[in-house]
């Protein structure tokens, strides 16, 4: 990211932050959410309210051959989150299959 690009992602993910503590998550929650942001953010190299649906169906097209099913779930919750209260704008559903069930050859997106 260039520098006007990381001063507006550093001012989004302090509001992030903000709106998980004031919508009481717990510590673990604000840490695993706020992880998902950077980690869509460094994914993509731009703050991630620039992203398009495709993009994050690429995004989590990778994630599922990389992370483990629950980091998939909880980057897409988190994501919702970021999108509903950060952003304040609808979140597209991405319908995601379960990896393992992509295991047996059905698709992932």
Not at 19 to 40: F, H, M
Not at 43 to 71: G, N, V
């Amino acid at each position: 990211m260039n520098t006007q690009q990381q001063r507006h992602f550093d001012a989004l993910y302090q509001q992030h932050l903000d709106n998980l503590i004031l919508q009481g998550k717990r510590p673990a929650t604000v840490d695993a959410y706020s992880r998902a942001v950077r980690r869509v953010s460094a994914f993509f190299d731009c703050p991630p309210d620039t992203l398009t649906t495709e993009q994050l169906r690429a995004y989590f097209r990778q994630l599922i051959h990389t992370h483990s099913w629950s980091t998939v779930k909880l980057d897409r919750n988190s994501l919702q989150f970021f999108y509903r209260y950060t952003l304040n704008k609808q979140w597209t559903w991405l319908n995601i299959v379960n990896c393992r069930a992509v295991g047996r050859g059905l698709p992932a997106l």
